[in-house]
């Protein structure tokens, strides 16, 4: 893009899992996930509107290697609602790892959307469980404000943040992702793959800086 894009008040900066365990030393940790949360904070600065998500799991959550016993993280099953990639123990409710990170302040974010704390259903996106059905009322809440434009920022670029972007394209919401405010984990190309969905899907993605 070569202009750089004005920031209104139909535009909300939405903010995905920026929380400890998808950080250095955390229970899931997305490589250099802590360097987001500055680069956020500050380009929050320029949005009256923004909502955070929160990964929220009780203990033993069905997305979990240690529930399935002799399964590893990182291995993939197919479960009730579709193809589910079984993680490390992280963002246990309650906990310091479920926290969002100590660098990202934004005093002003209006809403927070908590996710996967139903314990057989993940939630990657901050739209839809995993099932791609069962909503978390976002779109209910941007509609209602006469947001329509979502600017996506956070972890993981490739897990949370691309399902919440396609969701947000496919509720005709125009979609930006942020790329440098999102480090992704990676997973047999799944960095790549996601640009490829994004692009075919609408969705654009920039660099902070083309953000006035």
């Given at each position: 893009?070569?202009?750089?894009l004005a920031?209104?008040?139909?535009?909300?900066?939405?903010?995905?899992?920026?929380?400890?365990?998808?950080?250095?030393?955390?229970?899931?940790?997305?490589?250099?996930?802590?360097?987001?949360?500055?680069?956020?904070?500050?380009?929050?600065?320029?949005?009256?509107?923004?909502?955070?998500?929160?990964?929220?799991?009780?203990?033993?959550?069905?997305?979990?290697?240690?529930?399935?016993?002799?399964?590893?993280?990182?291995?993939?099953?197919?479960?009730?609602?579709?193809?589910?990639?079984?993680?490390?123990?992280?963002?246990?409710?309650?906990?310091?790892?479920?926290?969002?990170?100590?660098?990202?302040?934004?005093?002003?974010?209006?809403?927070?959307?908590?996710?996967?704390?139903?314990?057989?259903i993940d939630?990657?996106?901050?739209?839809?469980?995993?099932?791609?059905?069962?909503?978390?009322?976002?779109?209910?809440?941007?509609?209602?404000?006469?947001?329509?434009?979502?600017?996506?920022?956070?972890?993981?670029?490739?897990?949370?943040?691309?399902?919440?972007?396609?969701?947000?394209?496919?509720?005709?919401?125009?979609?930006?992702?942020?790329?440098?405010?999102?480090?992704?984990?990676?997973?047999?190309?799944?960095?790549?793959?996601?640009?490829?969905?994004?692009?075919?899907?609408?969705?654009?993605?920039?660099?902070?800086?083309?953000?006035?």
């Open positions: 893009m070569t202009d750089r920031i209104g008040a139909a535009d909300v900066l939405l903010v995905v899992d920026v929380q400890n365990d998808f950080c250095p030393g955390g229970g899931l940790a997305v490589p250099r996930g802590h360097e987001v949360a500055p680069i956020i904070s500050r380009l929050a600065e320029r949005f009256q509107n923004v909502v955070l998500t929160q990964d929220w799991h009780p203990p033993g959550h069905h997305s979990f290697a240690s529930t399935h016993p002799g399964r590893q993280p990182f291995e993939a099953l197919v479960l009730a609602y579709g193809a589910q990639v079984l993680w490390p123990d992280h963002c246990l409710q309650e906990t310091t790892g479920a926290e969002f990170h100590a660098d990202l302040r934004i005093p002003h974010a209006a809403a927070v959307i908590r996710k996967g704390f139903r314990p057989l939630s990657y996106s901050a739209f839809y469980e995993n099932d791609g059905a069962t909503p978390t009322g976002l779109v209910g809440y941007l509609r209602e404000r006469g947001l329509t434009r979502v600017f996506v920022t956070g972890l993981a670029f490739d897990f949370c943040v691309r399902y919440s972007a396609e969701d947000a394209c496919r509720e005709g919401f125009s979609v930006i992702v942020v790329e440098d405010a999102c480090r992704g984990i990676d997973i047999e190309g799944s960095v790549a793959a996601t640009r490829r969905s994004l692009a075919a899907k609408g969705a654009v993605c920039i660099a902070s800086d083309a953000i006035a």
